[in-house]
């Protein structure tokens, strides 16, 4: 008898601990608003993961079914604070990364290059011109500059040429030619 009597005040107390932190049921969240809690806090974590910004707290994650989970056990409030405490966090990222621009990433445009299809299958074909770091050379690391044993991807000086696979191996190769000037 005596062991029942401590057995259930313990588990009054752990029922008082855990009501603490259980959200009553009427103001649960509701299932459309922790999905588009979980698909924000998914795309959250890609686009800093795509910045390479380094969150690693809990409120940064790739799975869906962690933050849709979380959303239903804790409040409607909790949930905002999260997501905009996030939001802030990603856009100074973006802001840090980028030149106001979310797509570029932020580097010191010293020198454009450009890639040039000199020879191959089809009509003619550039990159455009794109701003580079301090380097003056090309980067050639696109998906295609390596097939089998022959491996051309690095970096390039100005008027060297090279090959390319751009539609992938065992498809016409193409020459291309590097072109830097200063800005």
């Known amino acids: 008898m005596k062991i029942l009597t401590r057995l259930l005040g313990v588990l009054a107390v752990a029922t008082m601990v855990l009501s603490v932190f259980e959200v009553p049921a009427q103001a649960r969240n509701s299932r459309s608003f922790c999905n588009w809690y ?9 686009r800093q993961a795509q910045l390479r ?3 690693r707290s809990g409120a940064w994650k790739s799975n869906y079914y962690v933050h849709y989970n979380w959303c239903l056990r804790v409040s409607r409030q909790a949930v905002l604070n999260g997501h905009n405490l996030r939001r802030r966090q990603l856009a100074r990222c973006v802001q840090a990364k980028t030149d106001g621009n979310p797509v ?3 580097v010191n445009r010293g020198f454009w290059a450009r890639w040039d299809k000199i020879a191959g299958a089809g009509g ?29 991807c690095g970096w390039y000086n100005n008027g060297s040429v090279t090959y390319w696979w751009p539609r992938g191996c065992g498809t016409a190769l193409w020459r291309i030619r590097c072109t830097v000037r200063a800005r």
């Open 38 to 46: 979980a698909k924000n806090g998914t795309y959250h974590y890609r």
């Open 53 to 55: 910004c380094g969150f």
């Open 104 to 106: 570029r990433p932020k």
């Open 124 to 152: 003619s074909w550039t990159t455009g011109w794109v701003g580079q770091a301090t380097n003056n050379r090309c980067g050639h690391f696109a998906r295609g500059c390596r097939c089998g044993p022959n491996n051309y």
